[in-house]
């Protein structure tokens, strides 16, 4: 059985290819990803006009670079993101998904991207067990409860304000480290003293019982701080800034996620979305699995960012799972929920 899936929700135009083996793991054949990211740097941050335009001329090219990547002329099932994500760019991905199932005559499956950036960790590390998620990106902080890649997720918590990520790109933005300026912050932090500057850690208290997060009130204080130091003259000590902040990112997310492992009783902490990349919150997180006897699943860079490779590795688990195909009607979601 082999899946093609297609992700279009924010700047990157993914397909991948996966080829599901008997014995129920999968098998990568293709991996193509074509972004806008370079045409948003100019306005700081995704431009959605701009991105549905970059997935209209990229969507075609990049399926067929997946196709010949993988030696096939087409696959057996289509999965696409029906949501959440940007109207405009899922719009592209769902059009095209939806054209090329009814013309190869091949079942389409609308799928989740969140559930994506689960079930891509089963191409590096096989079958997944019952599992907490933690997906932080530009456009997403969620904690999720997942019993199986063929059962329902379940959403412990998500931020009420900025995504990590997002809180990432606007204090570098403030630092004048570029966009996406996740990277260059993770880069410069290395020189800086994680414990400078005592930023807040937002909803850490004994009362925020859902597992939510907020990191506006982080970003506020970075700007402050910026302020005051305009204020009274002095340079920004910027590798401080970027560490104390890392740290403060890293020590909530990694704080809560172990704490919805410890209290559904769940060994395995699963991470994924762009920010995963992160040094900080990656040797946080193996730190404090380690410390809580959780078995930590990180898949690698590449595969943590959008693609298309995750939703066709959700896709094999959910064709292989006996789940109906997709009516062709069915519309993009761009608030969809877990
Ligand atoms: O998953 P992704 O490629 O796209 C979505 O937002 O969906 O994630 C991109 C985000 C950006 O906000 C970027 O700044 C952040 O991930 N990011 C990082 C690092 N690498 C990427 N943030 C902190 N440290 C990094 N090393
Ligand atoms: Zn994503």
Known sequence: MI??????SCDETGVGI????????CELLADEVASS???HARYGGVVPEVASRAHLEAIVPTMRRALAAAGIERPDALAVTIGPGLAGALLVGVAAAKAYAAAWDVPFYALNHLGGHVAVDTLEHGPMP???ALLVSGGHTHLLHVTS???PIVELGSTVDDAAGEAFDKVARLLGLGYPGGPALDAIARDGDPSAIAFPRGMTGPRDARHDFSFSGLKTAVARYVEKCAREDRAVPIPDVAASFQEAVADVLTMKALRACGDLGVDTLVLGGGA???SRIRSLAAERCEAAGVTLRVPKPRLCTDNGVMIAALGAHVVAGGARPSPLTVAT???LPV
């Open 3 to 8: 899946v093609m899936g297609i992700e279009s």
């Open 18 to 25: 996966v080829r599901r083996r008997e014995d129920g793991t």
């Open 37 to 39: 990211v370079d045409q």
């Open 130 to 132: 019952p599992s907490v």
């Open 149 to 151: 890649l063929e059962q």
């Open 276 to 278: 995963t990349a992160n």
């Open 333 to 335: 979601d761009p608030g």
